[in-house]
């Protein structure tokens, strides 16, 4: 089992396959490609369906997942999140890890 010190010193990579975009706010829409064959036999059908499926991050996810650099760990983003939002980040590790398990485990966003 990894101590507290082990799990703030993970390091993240967003995945290179991984299509997204930022607007002028900083928000990220996470781009997912909708490429089953069901799918393309329904497109060669006429269906409206589209290629992707986006997700739009808020701001807090938004900034976590653009610090996500592959060179800081949980902790530098835990810091760069208190200064910038202070309270309203709180609890602050809890909600990081929370969401970073789930980009990586659920979603596949993160290696």
Request: net charge negative; hydrophobic share 40%; glycine share 4%.
């Amino acid at each position: 089992m990894k101590t507290n010190e082990d799990i703030l010193n993970i390091v993240f990579k967003v995945r290179d396959e991984l299509e997204y975009e930022v607007n002028e706010s900083g928000i990220v829409t996470i781009l997912e490609k909708q490429d089953h064959k069901i799918q393309q036999i329904f497109r060669k059908l006429r269906f409206n369906i589209p290629k992707y499926k986006k997700m739009e991050l808020d701001q807090y996810s938004s900034e976590v997942f653009l610090l996500i650099d592959g060179i800081r760990t949980v902790e530098e983003i835990g810091i760069h999140l208190e200064r910038k939002f202070g309270d309203k980040v709180n609890p602050l590790y809890e909600r990081l890890l929370v969401f970073l398990n789930h980009i990586d485990v659920n979603c596949k966003y993160i290696e």
